[in-house]
């Protein structure tokens, strides 16, 4: 599990603002009174997961003049029509801040979202859904957090910290046993290591060379679930490619321990949130 850290949400968040204010919001400069406060809410369009809380609250905190209060927490699941949060407080910084802090709620809400529909369509198996390293560059801390909020579990947070042989590093090394052998020369006791195949030859080869945990590329369910056969729980196996919720359902049914799902963090929908302001004053 990945936690997102403090300092790593404050300079996120700054760069976020940075990018959206520039010099100054004009708009908001030119047709509000700075001094004029007001409330605002912000409102489910359709029922999701809840997530990215904590960088809409730090959007308000680094611009500030404005109090909030969720009515929703991370991991609720809010029905369309509810109201998330309220804003209380200096109307031009709720709108200076609305943008940027809407990006961070409806991105990671849309992760959470579709992240427990894949694991509501596994459920009652084994099998656990995980997601990839295909995660929006500088925002990977916050999506995978927003993966776990959905129920999922992380895959290897960067290059750093699992072993995963892929397909151009057995053509680098020259063979599964070679890159295999290789990484086990010098690899610490406590990272296991995976390696990706395409049919049952290579599932055969990476067992044979010692392998962890097995990544069944693209392969059929057929395929999968003779994978689970010759396996016999000697190795963890992982399915992966194109999964559609559909697809995970029914490649979960063959015994396999994990699904990877890159569609998590790099085609979930944003969810449909909108901001209102209420009353000025």
Known sequence: MHQVSSLWLKETVARALAEDIGPGDVTTALSVNPAKKGRAVVIAREDIILAGTQAFEEVFLQIGGVEIEFTYYDGNCVKAGETIVSLRGILSSILTGERTALN?????????????????????????????????????????????????????????????????????????????????????????????????????????????????????????????????????????GNMTVERAKEFAGTGVDLISVGALTHSAPSANLSMKIRKTG
């Open 104 to 240: 961070f709620l409806m991105r990671m809400s849309g992760i959470a979202t579709l992240t427990s529909k894949f694991v509501s369509a596994v459920s009652g198996t084994k099998c656990a859904i995980t997601d990839t390293r295909k995660t929006t560059p500088g925002l990977r801390a916050i999506e995978k957090a927003a993966v776990l909020t959905g129920g999922g579990r992380n895959h290897r947070f960067g290059l750093y910290d699992g072993i995963l042989i892929k397909d151009n590093h057995i053509a680098a090394a020259g063979s599964i046993a070679e890159a295999v052998k290789l990484a086990k020369t010098s690899a610490p006791h406590t990272l296991k290591i995976e390696v990706e195949v395409e049919n049952i030859q290579e599932l055969e080869k990476a067992i044979e060379a010692g392998a962890d945990i097995v990544m069944l590329d693209n392969m059929t369910v057929e395929e999968t679930r003779r994978a689970v056969e010759i396996t016999n729980g000697r190795v963890l196996l992982e399915s992966s």
